[in-house]
């Protein structure tokens, strides 16, 4: 199997996943979230987002997280923004990188940011202007990438159509989202092999889902193509409140368990990773779905049953 050296990943628990949380989470407990995470070695956060705090009242403390966490040289802190008011909100907050959105299916674009398409393309590109004032690299995340849980399939040419307006405007990052894991990792790697040829500039991200169990066989197959980069959630916290059915982003700690035991880099410690995923717990009020925290490392031991030693063959 072909595998990288080295990938990185982008922890996007506490947005993704902290966002649909009903009960609000104090902003101390976020920021103290973020910070175990980047002393963890985690080299990208999504840390909050820039949103109407009406539409998402639990990310209503993006200014005060963003001004309170400490920032760890190595770690590159970004926020979610819809639109040009929330990248001067991210710009202002001086976050390092402003990650925006916009869906490949008109429908869930309209329940998500209650735009069209071409009305979000047009606010996007404010966000590159306000972005580009201020020197602030921009990284275009895709909803909807593989499928909508209100229209179904997404063709792969309204896909393309929808990165290359993205790529036009200057986009250098684009994250394919598979918001409501619905993506196969056959599906993943023929959209990859179709949209990298047509865009070599970019640096792309796979962004998934572990609704219907198939989110690392997905990155698995979007990593044997070559991409690199991941997003992925503490605990496998996460969902989107605007797409029914949506469920937790792939597990942190199970992901960086996979590569690790593949012998794939992150940069990430491990047992700290874990600890922040209990800390999660604790914090929530309730158990997450990762496994690794359940298992233990495929490295765990368990003492051997009476009376099994003593008839154990001797090594020759
Ligand atoms: N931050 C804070 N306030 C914002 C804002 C932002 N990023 N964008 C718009 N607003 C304010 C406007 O200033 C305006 O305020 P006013 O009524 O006091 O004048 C009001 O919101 C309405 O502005 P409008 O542009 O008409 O927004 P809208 O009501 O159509 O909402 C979004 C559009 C995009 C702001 C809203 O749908 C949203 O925040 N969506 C985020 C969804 C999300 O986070 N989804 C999960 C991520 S995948
Ligand atoms: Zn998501």
């Not at 869930?108 to 690299?137: C, F, I």
Request: charged letters at 20%; a neutral charge; glycine letters at 8%.
């Amino acid at each position: 199997m072909k595998v990288p050296e080295r990938v990185t990943i982008c922890e996007v628990g506490t947005r993704d996943g902290f966002q649909i949380e009903p009960d609000f989470i104090a902003t101390e407990h976020k920021i103290e979230v973020v910070n175990q995470l980047a002393e963890a070695g985690v080299p990208r956060i999504e840390v909050t987002s820039f949103v109407h705090p009406k539409v998402v009242p639990q990310l209503r403390d993006a200014e005060e997280v963003m001004a309170k966490i400490r920032r760890r040289p190595g770690t590159r802190y970004a926020a979610l923004v819809p639109n040009d008011k929330g990248a001067v909100r991210a710009a202002d907050a001086r976050v390092d990188v402003i990650h925006t959105v916009v869906s490949a299916s008109e429908s869930h674009n309209l329940a998500n940011v209650n735009m069209t398409v071409a009305e979000s393309m047009v606010k996007l590109r404010a966000v590159m202007d306000v972005a580009t004032k201020a020197g602030t690299p921009v990284h275009c995340g895709v909803s909807t990438s593989f499928g909508c849980p209100f229209e179904g399939d997404v063709p792969l040419l309204q896909l393309e159509r929808v990165v290359a307006r993205l790529v036009d405007m200057g986009a250098r990052g684009i994250g394919l989202a598979d918001t409501t894991g619905m993506a196969n990792p056959r599906q993943v790697a023929a959209a990859l092999e179709h949209l990298m040829p047509k865009f070599t500039r970019v640096e792309w991200t796979l962004h998934t889902h572990d609704t219907r169990a198939m989110a690392i066989p997905n990155i698995l197959a979007a990593m044997e193509l070559g991409v690199t980069n991941f997003d992925s959630s503490i605990g496998g916290l996460g969902g989107c409140p605007f797409a029914p059915g949506a469920s937790g982003n792939v597990c942190t700690e199970d992901l960086v368990h996979c590569l690790h035991a593949m012998g794939v880099e992150t940069g990430i410690d491990l047992d700290k990773l874990i600890a922040v995923s209990k800390r999660v717990q604790e914090i929530i009020g309730r158990a997450l779905p990762g496994q690794i925290i359940k298992a233990g490392t495929y490295a765990r031991k368990y003492p051997l049953p009476d009376g099994v030693a003593a008839r154990l063959p001797r090594a020759s």
